[in-house]
């Protein structure tokens, strides 16, 4: 089964930006959606944003219009661009399938948002 290893989260202050990374193990060619999920330690893990071999993107609506999914099925990656990042982003944020078929996540890379 593909694992995936997500990188690029930090400290940014309120209205800064990241860019977050996630490299797969194998190919994810045939990976119809692959997602952005986030947990805080108070909440149950969420979905934040989605992206279709056809092109196609989809984003919670607590992101919309300040994220952007991307995904590169050559290099087996996929980028999510965060702007505009408020304290309520602050998580550790995740990359998996959506659905998520193998039930298991990787270490997740922190986002901190503060000021």
Avoid: H
């Avoid at 977050?20 to 119809?32: E, H, P, Q, V």
């Avoid at 994220?67 to 550790?92: C, G, W």
Wanted: aromatic share 10%; net charge positive; hydrophobic share 30%.
């Amino acid at each position: 089964q593909v694992q995936f290893v997500e990188s690029g989260g930090g400290w940014v202050q309120p209205g800064g930006s990241l860019r977050l990374s996630c490299t797969a193990s194998g190919s994810i060619s045939r990976i119809y959606t692959m997602g952005w999920y986030r947990q805080t330690p108070e909440n149950q893990r969420e979905w934040v944003a989605a992206s279709t071999l056809g092109g196609l993107t989809n984003y919670a609506d607590s992101v919309k219009g300040r994220f952007t999914i991307s995904r590169d099925n050559a290099k087996n990656t996929v980028l999510l661009q965060m702007n505009s990042l408020k304290p309520e982003d602050t998580a550790v944020y995740y990359c998996n399938t959506l659905p998520n078929l193998s039930g298991s996540w990787g270490q997740g890379t922190q986002v901190t948002v503060s000021s």
